[in-house]
């Protein structure tokens, strides 16, 4: 079985508008390879100000607001799959999320990640402008393929990565702005590569782009191949992949089953 994934990798701003159109012109251009599923980043609809927590909450929409209902509405016209990510919000003055929202062929909203882990690290306050999430993970049946959602700092926890792949995920999805600096592009190709190979399935980073991020989205298999890879600029990548490379996979590595559970056993902790 192949599935044919499209990341669309874009720079995006402060200017709502102008980040949807921008989204549409790129979702406009990965349907050209008929994809069964468009990916666009962490930060698709706003870009935030660390600074200007007010600004975050004011760009922030409902899963009914016009960002939302723009890419049901293209899914459902084009017949294909789409993940993207808003700024959820949150109810009365609270912060909003930093969500994935997963719409299905049908433009119906099928699934939902609020971000478990906000970026408190190299001086930034992502807790200052987002509320943590509390949806536990779960996989996402995209057209008889498992997905699970993660965003960006995310990556750096191999707990939830491997839970996911304990719930029968295939693809495990990680939606970026990838802030760039010293070792942060080896990072996150490091660690796309790691979740991939150390729990057998796809890995799929769509990041943002430009001076201030890392770029370089990329599609990985279970042996942790870079099946494609982008540079820093906008733009869409496509790959098909085989589901078929999984079953050979655990058959060559059944670390799975391997599992010392009588030595170790984190699920309780």
């Known amino acids: 079985m192949l599935m044919k994934v499209a990341l669309a990798q874009m720079a995006s701003g402060t200017d709502k508008e102008g980040n949807l159109e921008r989204s549409v012109r790129l979702f406009n251009e990965a349907i050209r390879s008929k994809p069964n599923l468009v990916i666009f980043p ?3 609809m706003f870009s935030p100000n660390y600074a200007d927590p007010d600004g975050l909450k004011e760009a922030s929409e ?3 607001g016009k960002f939302a209902s723009t890419f049901a509405e293209l899914s459902r016209k084009n017949s294909v799959m789409s993940l993207i990510n808003i700024a959820e919000r949150n109810f009365g003055t609270l912060k909003p999320f930093n969500a994935s929202i997963f719409i299905d062929d049908l433009g119906i909203v099928v699934g ?19 509320e943590y999430g509390r949806i536990p993970v779960s996989t996402i049946n995209a057209g008889g393929v ?4 993660q965003i960006c700092y995310d990556l750096r926890f191999p ?11 295939q693809i495990l999805s990680y939606q970026a702005g990838w802030y760039a600096g010293e070792r942060k592009l080896e990072t996150w190709k490091t ?4 979740r991939a190979i150390e729990n057998g399935l ?15 989205s990329m599609v990985v298999s279970p042996y942790g191949d870079v099946l494609a890879e982008a540079d820093n600029e906008d733009g869409v990548i496509v790959c098909d992949l085989d589901m078929d490379i999984l079953e050979r996979y655990t058959s060559d ?14 699920s309780g902790l």
């Not at 498992?146 to 959602?149: A, D, M, P, Y």
């Not at 939830?160 to 029968?168: D, M, S, Y």
């Not at 660690?191 to 790691?194: D, T, V």
């Open 253 to 266: 590595v059944p670390m799975m089953k391997q599992r010392r559970k009588d030595q170790y056993d984190v």
């Open 42 to 44: 962490e930060y698709q």
């Open 202 to 216: 796809f890995v799929l980073g769509t990041a943002q782009s430009g001076k201030d991020f890392t770029g370089h």
């Open 62 to 64: 409902p899963l009914d």
């Open 146 to 149: 498992h997905i699970g959602l």
């Open 112 to 130: 939902k990640y609020r971000k478990l882990h906000l970026f408190d690290a190299y001086s930034k306050l992502e807790s200052n402008l987002y």
């Open 159 to 169: 707990e939830p990565a491997r839970l996911i792949k304990l719930l029968g995920a």
């Open 191 to 194: 660690l796309l590569k790691a």
